[in-house]
């Protein structure tokens, strides 16, 4: 039997963080999670590249993934096509410039969308968007419609009924996913529960600490796995290194190798 409910390393449980807007309070936030080891999505709009030009982006966000909340912040159920393609289209192509890599994922201005903004986005190279639902720590059946756990002020508690579930036989796959904006954090009383929640949740070796676009790719490669029919040999066609679960215990399956269980 195979089941895809391991992420990198066999581990079956994720957090991850996705912020909105910046740079106001962004350079002090990526500290925080630098010092945890926490990985993050920060979803910026023009003024952030305005504000900090294509070294001050590298220099604030690091390692940590830039995605794209459009350039003026516009609702994208609320425009024409041609407005939703400049806002995300156009913001893509003055990222990329920026930073010299692909910016495919994002998170929804003011968390609206429509089904026909989402078909318009896809055409746009957006492969991922989150939303503003939330409440369970699923894997999205739908990365267009990607609902996260929580809001960070609601960390703490969030992060108690992660660690139960934990515990639970049947558990994995699961991944606590935290947004906000980082100008929400207006005393030093906020950022002080904010760290502690940062460091409650870090530092757990059952836990994969992820960008939105990490787990993104790495679920594709998960669903592009090829099986045999008797399920004893299995193909990875991708160029990421991939665990599923055989019979309960973790397997790593190779990029582009094919393995006989």
């Known amino acids: 039997m195979i089941t895809f409910d391991c992420f990198p390393g066999g581990k079956k449980y994720c957090v991850t963080f996705s912020f909105d807007d910046g740079p106001s309070e962004d350079a002090r936030l990526v500290k925080l999670f630098d010092k945890y080891g926490l990985r993050g999505t920060f979803n910026i709009c023009d003024g952030c590249l305005d504000r900090l030009g294509a070294d001050g982006l590298k220099e604030v966000y690091g390692t940590h993934e830039i995605a794209c909340h459009g350039r003026k912040h516009l609702s994208v159920d609320t425009v024409s096509d041609a407005t939703l393609i400049n806002e995300i289209f156009g913001q893509r192509k003055l990222l990329e410039s920026a930073l010299g890599q692909p910016i495919c994922g994002m998170a929804y201005p003011c968390a609206r969308f429509s089904d026909s903004s989402i078909e318009t986005l896809k055409k ?127 397997v790593k399956i190779p990029a582009g190798q094919t393995v006989k269980l």
Request: proline share 4%; charged share 20%.
């Open 124 to 250: 746009c190279g957006i492969v991922y968007s989150r939303t503003g639902a939330g409440g369970n720590f699923n894997i999205p059946s739908d990365f267009m419609r990607w609902n996260p756990t929580c809001h960070f002020k609601q960390g703490l508690e969030n992060a108690e009924r992660f660690f139960k579930m934990m515990d639970g036989y049947f558990a994995g796959p699961r991944i606590m996913y935290v947004w906000g904006h980082a100008f929400e954090l207006r005393t030093e009383e906020d950022w002080t529960l904010l760290e502690q929640f940062c460091e409650i949740i870090s530092n757990n070796e059952r836990i994969w600490y992820a960008t939105n676009m990490e787990i993104y790719r790495y679920m594709q490669a998960v669903y592009s796995l090829v099986i045999s029919a008797d399920e004893t040999i299995v193909h990875n066609p991708s160029a990421t290194d991939v665990w599923i679960a055989y019979h309960r215990k973790p």
